[in-house]
């Protein structure tokens, strides 16, 4: 009986640097153009205490990740961490959430660049193409997509360094702005208003008010910022292609996340300082343009922000679209996606054929979506479940391979199920049903197998 070829591996090319950049390249972008800007909305100043929070819970997931992936440096993240550490069904579970939630996070990047390039009319048409091209780069190879990604994070921490300076002249010089005026929890923080319907504050009954509504305010808010921490696992899903793995990987995630945190908090209490403009409901779909009008700041620097929004946008998008081909690449080898998906190119050592079918899925996604915030929230669905599986593996790790102390992988699963929970009702009900249509395909599969 013929044994069959194992299957063809990524070539290791990305050194520490490398995995940084593409670590703060996925991050950076929603948290700073979109979800900072609704999670003060949602939370008024307390903002702050929320990007602590979903800081905190980031943390204990990075921990448990780069555990995982120091363990088993290959490609599939928490999908093949879970099959090994938990059983094949914990792995899928990961993996299929991972995929959920990180395409929605690439329509969601798509839709932003679109945003600030051209009217609204045009914005889809646009999204689309940037996938495309996107996607094309990614298929020439991830030394391209790491050089890419460096450009980009360059000039959207220059956009962001300037007009943060800006925003805190016009502060101190007394140029507008409301301070800290705005009401805590914020103006959407009551669970009758809109997309928050349902969820735990449908259980906790709308309008709570006092320290169990801030507490849910901020929740809620935590929930949409944890979508912006969320890339740092995308050096994980690198593991394959990362030299020196061991040392790699818990380097880069950790550096990456810190180092987003930081400029997290200062653009938060940046906006915090500026507020929104008197009888705004909220800041608005950007956040940073509004801000600058408050203090009365010029087309040159509204035309800085909308050069670092798309950069930040598109850098995130490029290497969310190879995180993604990853994790299906893993998945397919274990026949839990169609293995064909599995092929590798052996030119350009990238998994093609996957990454291929995230461009054309997340193009229809573009196209029938119906707004950035769902998209956000959709994602956030995902990921903290495959975060929340994450944890759960890593604290089953022996000591041999343990770099973290457990109780850091009991506070990130904690938290991930808190912000889960505080997530709006139709997010929840479509996100299981997502789960349950996976699980369902997986049961069908293994049941003609047999």
């Known amino acids: 009986m013929t044994s069959s070829p194992a299957p063809a591996e990524l070539a290791r090319r990305l050194g520490l640097g490398d995995a940084v950049v593409i670590g703060l390249a996925s991050m950076i972008g929603a948290g700073v153009f979109v979800a900072l800007g609704a999670a003060q909305d949602l939370a008024g100043p307390a903002v702050l205490l929320a990007v602590a929070l979903a800081a905190l819970v980031a943390f204990g997931n990075a921990t448990s990740t780069a555990q995982l992936a120091a363990q088993y440096p290959t490609s599939g993240g928490t999908y093949f961490f ?26 969601a990047m798509a839709l932003v660049v679109a945003a600030y390039l051209v009217p609204e009319a045009y914005q889809r048409p646009v999204a689309a193409l940037v996938v495309v091209a996107l996607t094309a780069v990614n298929l020439v190879g991830v030394t391209r997509t790491a050089g890419l990604a460096r450009i980009l994070v360059a000039i959207a921490l220059t956009a962001l360094g300037v007009t943060a300076v800006r925003l805190l002249v016009g502060v101190v010089g007394g140029d507008g702005g409301a301070g800290f005026a ?3 929890p914020g103006p959407l923080a009551d669970a009758s208003t809109g997309l928050w319907d349902g969820g735990l504050a449908a259980v906790l009954g709308a309008g709570t008010g006092g ?14 910022v944890f979508f912006a921490f969320a890339g740092y696992a995308r050096v994980a899903t690198l593991g394959e292609e990362v030299t020196a793995p061991r040392r790699t990987i818990p380097h880069a995630i950790l550096l990456a996340l810190g180092a987003v945190f930081a400029l997290y908090m200062l653009l938060a209490l940046v906006l915090v300082l500026v507020g929104p403009a008197p009888g705004a409901h909220g800041w608005g779909p950007a956040p940073f343009i509004a801000a600058l009008d408050q203090i009365g700041a010029g087309a040159m620097w509204k035309a800085i922000v909308t050069i670092g929004a798309t950069a930040a946008a598109a850098g995130a998008l490029l290497a969310l679209v190879a995180g993604v081909s990853r994790t299906m690449l893993g998945m397919a080898r274990e026949g839990d996606l169609p293995r064909p998906l599995a092929h590798v190119n052996p ?24 707004d950035v915030l769902v998209a956000i929230t959709a994602s956030a669905f995902g990921v903290l479940l495959y975060y929340a599986v994450a944890n759960i593996a890593a604290f089953t790790q022996t000591e041999e391979h343990r770099l973290f102390p457990k109780a850091l992988q009991v506070m990130g699963l904690v938290g991930c199920l808190l912000l889960v929970a505080a997530l709006p009702g139709s997010t929840l009900v479509a996100g299981l049903v997502l789960v349950a249509i996976g699980v369902a395909y997986r049961g069908i599969v293994l049941a003609s197998r047999r």
């Open 182 to 184: 705005a009401p805590v």
């Open 347 to 370: 030119r350009f050592s990238v998994p093609q054929r996957a990454e291929i079918t995230v461009g054309i899925v997340v193009v229809l996604l573009v196209l029938l979506a119906s």
């Open 211 to 224: 320290v169990l509504g801030a507490g849910l305010a901020v929740a809620q808010a935590a929930a949409v």
């Open 82 to 107: 879970g099959r090994q550490q938990l059983g094949e069904w914990w792995g899928f579970l990961a993996g299929w959430c991972f995929v959920i939630g990180k395409t929605a996070s690439c329509a």
